[in-house]
C-alpha cells in the first residue's frame, strides 16, 4: 500500500471523491507468469494492512485461473475448428487422385475386353492418379516432419547460386523465362542442406509460374552479407489480394481464383516451403500487396545456430 500518488500523472487527475492518495498493486499469477497486475486505489490515506493485501492477492489468483480457463476454451475451440477444416482440406485433396483410380480400374474390371488402346489409357491415368497421390502424402509427411523437428537437416558449406540455377532449370509449368541475378563476385554460401533447400526454391518457382504470364519473366535474385544469404523470387502476375495476403502460406490454402479457375495444386508447396526455410532457422516473405512484383524472399543465416 503505497501513497503520494500525486506525482504519477495516470492517478493525479481529481475523481468524484477528490485525487487518490493510495493504491496496491498484485500479480495476477498463471503459474510460473504473470498475465497482469490488479491495483486498486485510494482516494485517502491508508495503512498497510496484511489481512487486505492477502483477499487482493486471493482475488487476483482467481482472476488468474479464471483468465486461464477462459484461454484454454479459446484455444480448444480454435484447435477443435482447425482440425475439422484440416480433416475436409485433406479429404478433398485425397477423394479427387483416388476418384480417378477407382473409377478406371472399375471399368477395367468390368470390360475384360476392351480394346489394348483404351486398356493401356486407362492405365496410364491409374499410374498418374497414384503419382499425384504418393506425391501429395509425401509432401503431407514433409511438412509435418518439417514443423516438428523430426526431419534432420544435412548441413554443409553450399553455394545458393548453385543450388538457384539447378532448380531454375526444372520446368514443370507455363514458359515463363527465368532470369537470374547473382553476385558478380561468385558464390553466396550458408551453411544448409542442400536438398532441402532446393525443394523450398522450387516450390517458389512453381509459385510463380503459376502465376506470371506466358510473356513475362520471373526473377531470381541471389546476393548477402556477411550474416545473411538471401534468395527472391519474384514475378508479375496478378498481385495477391489484401484480403488473402496473410493466408498464403496457410496448409491447403489456395485462392479463389486457383479454386474456381480448374488450375491444379494442393496448396501445400508454399507451406513446405516456409516450413524447411524456418528449420534453418530463417524466414520466408511475401511482398506487400500493393507492391509492384509479387516477391516471395528467403533469409537464411549464412552459419548454422544464426537465427534470424
Known amino acids: 500500500m503505497g501513497d503520494g500518488l ?3 500523472p495516470l492517478t493525479a487527475a481529481q475523481t468524484d471523491w477528490g485525487p487518490l492518495r493510495a493504491a496496491l498493486a498484485v500479480p495476477i499469477p498463471s503459474g510460473s507468469s504473470v498475465l497482469g497486475v490488479l491495483i486498486c486505489y485510494s482516494d485517502h490515506h ?4 496484511d489481512m487486505r493485501t492477502a483477499i487482493l492477492v486471493g482475488i487476483a489468483a482467481h482472476l488468474g485461473e479464471f483468465l486461464e480457463r477462459r484461454r484454454a476454451d479459446e484455444s480448444f475451440t480454435a484447435l477443435e475448428q482447425s482440425r475439422d477444416e484440416y480433416i475436409t482440406l485433406v479429404g478433398h485433396e485425397l477423394r479427387t487422385p483416388l476418384t480417378g483410380i477407382q473409377a478406371n480400374a472399375e471399368m477395367l474390371r468390368a470390360e475384360p475386353d476392351m480394346p489394348a488402346a ?9 499410374h498418374r492418379r497414384a503419382a499425384d497421390l504418393n506425391r501429395l502424402v509425401a509432401t503431407l509427411l514433409d511438412v509435418a ?4 523437428g ?4 544435412r548441413r554443409r558449406r553450399v553455394d545458393l547460386v548453385e543450388i538457384v540455377r539447378a532448380a531454375a532449370g526444372v520446368r514443370d509449368g507455363p514458359a515463363a523465362t527465368v532470369e537470374l541475378d547473382t553476385p558478380a563476385s ?4 550458408a551453411d544448409a542442406d542442400a536438398d532441402r533447400i532446393r525443394t523450398a526454391i522450387e516450390e517458389l518457382l512453381r509459385n510463380a509460374r503459376t502465376w506470371a504470364p506466358r510473356d513475362s ?11 545473411t544469404a538471401v534468395v527472391a523470387v519474384s514475378n508479375t502476375g496478378p498481385r495477391i489480394p489484401a484480403d488473402q495476403h496473410a493466408r498464403v502460406f496457410e496448409l491447403f490454402y489456395r485462392s479463389d481464383e486457383l479454386r474456381h479457375g480448374g488450375v491444379p495444386g494442393s496448396g501445400l508447396g508454399l507451406t513446405l516451403a516456409r516450413a524447411i526455410v524456418e528449420q534453418h532457422q530463417g524466414t520466408l516473405t511475401v511482398s506487400e500487396p500493393d507492391a509492384d512484383t509479387t516477391t516471395f524472399t528467403i533469409w537464411l543465416p549464412r552459419h548454422a545456430g544464426e537465427a534470424q
Request: net charge negative.
Open 46 to 49: 491508508e495503512t498497510p494492512d
Open 6 to 8: 500525486s506525482a504519477d
Open 217 to 227: 519473366s520471373i526473377g531470381i535474385t541471389v546476393h548477402g552479407d556477411q550474416r
Open 186 to 189: 561468385g558464390p553466396v554460401y
Open 118 to 126: 483404351d486398356r493401356q489409357q486407362m492405365l496410364e491415368v491409374i
Open 150 to 153: 523430426h526431419i534432420p537437416l
Open 145 to 148: 516432419g518439417m514443423r516438428a
